[in-house]
């Protein structure tokens, strides 16, 4: 649908005020003219003409003080209109920065909710594996146990079979596992892991006359 042309019957505010102080310039150069010519004739001492040019400033000067107020009027509306409408612009723009405001905050709050659930998630998934890596660790800690009593087995064996006369005094363990536990942070700290943290309680709300009072986190 087309737009409808405004059509105005009279002039603007802005109009009428450029109109109202043109109007102020002739009556006040009149009121000038009228003033100087005033000041010469009692200046010489031409009272009959002063007379004359002080009957004619009276209306003169009347004239330049309604064309004053004209102006003046027309000039405070246009004033009080611009405030107004620099209020309501102010207002608009409040609104909508409170607006958009509130919707960067739903927004926010479900983007924290969705990234809340990703890092209970992965840690999880993290504890998992560390459990996983912990069992592998005690395994492999059991199966060098084995290795040692074994590896002592063999020398035994040996000296049944008459390999050798005697056993050696001291029969260095099977220590791959120890010396990773030892020597390398990740391993010894997986060896003393004692599983995930447990959930902290929730804290008690305080208590009021009036109820209880439960805190937000926002």
């Given at each position: 649908?087309?737009?409808?042309?405004?059509?105005?019957?009279?002039?603007?505010?802005?109009?009428?005020?450029?109109?109202?102080?043109?109007?102020?310039?002739?009556?006040?150069?009149?009121?000038?003219?009228?003033?100087?010519?005033?000041?010469?004739?009692?200046?010489?001492?031409?009272?009959?003409?002063?007379?004359?040019?002080?009957?004619?400033?009276?209306?003169?000067?009347?004239?330049?003080?309604?064309?004053?107020?004209?102006?003046?009027?027309?000039?405070?509306?246009?004033?009080?209109?611009?405030?107004?409408?620099?209020?309501?612009?102010?207002?608009?723009?409040?609104?909508?920065?409170?607006?958009?405001?509130?919707?960067?905050?739903?927004?926010?709050?479900a983007a924290d909710a969705i990234a809340q659930e990703q890092i209970e998630a992965?840690?999880?998934?993290?504890?998992?594996?560390?459990?996983?890596?912990?069992?592998?660790?005690?395994?492999?800690?059991?199966?060098?146990?084995?290795?040692?009593?074994?590896?002592?087995?063999?020398?035994?064996?040996?000296?049944?079979?008459?390999?050798?006369?005697?056993?050696?005094?001291?029969?260095?363990?099977?220590?791959?596992?120890?010396?990773?536990?030892?020597?390398?942070?990740?391993?010894?700290?997986?060896?003393?892991?004692?599983?995930?943290?447990?959930?902290?309680?929730?804290?008690?709300?305080?208590?009021?006359?009036?109820?209880?009072?439960?805190?937000s986190p926002w």
């Amino acid at each position: 649908m087309a737009g409808l042309a405004v059509v105005r019957d009279s002039p603007s505010l802005d109009e009428r005020l450029a109109d109202a102080r043109r109007a102020e310039i002739a009556p006040r150069n009149k009121v000038a003219e009228l003033t100087s010519a005033l000041e010469a004739a009692i200046e010489a001492k031409d009272y009959a003409k002063a007379d004359k040019l002080q009957a004619q400033l009276v209306p003169a000067r009347e004239a330049l003080a309604l064309a004053e107020v004209e102006a003046r009027v027309l000039r405070e509306s246009r004033q009080e209109l611009d405030r107004v409408a620099a209020a309501a612009q102010r207002e608009l723009e409040d609104r909508q920065r409170r607006d958009e405001a509130q919707q960067a905050i739903g927004e926010a709050r479900a983007a924290d909710a969705i990234a809340q659930e990703q890092i209970e998630a992965h840690l999880t998934r993290m504890y998992d594996y560390a459990a996983a890596a912990q069992a592998e660790l005690s395994e492999a800690q059991e199966w060098e146990q084995k290795a040692s009593a074994e590896q002592r087995r063999v020398w035994q064996a040996r000296m049944a079979a008459g390999e050798i006369d005697s056993m050696p005094r001291i029969i260095p363990p099977e220590r791959k596992v120890s010396n990773l536990a030892d020597n390398v942070p990740l391993v010894g700290a997986l060896q003393r892991w004692e599983g995930p943290p447990r959930p902290r309680p929730a804290p008690v709300p305080a208590a009021t006359g009036r109820g209880t009072i439960q805190q937000s986190p926002w």
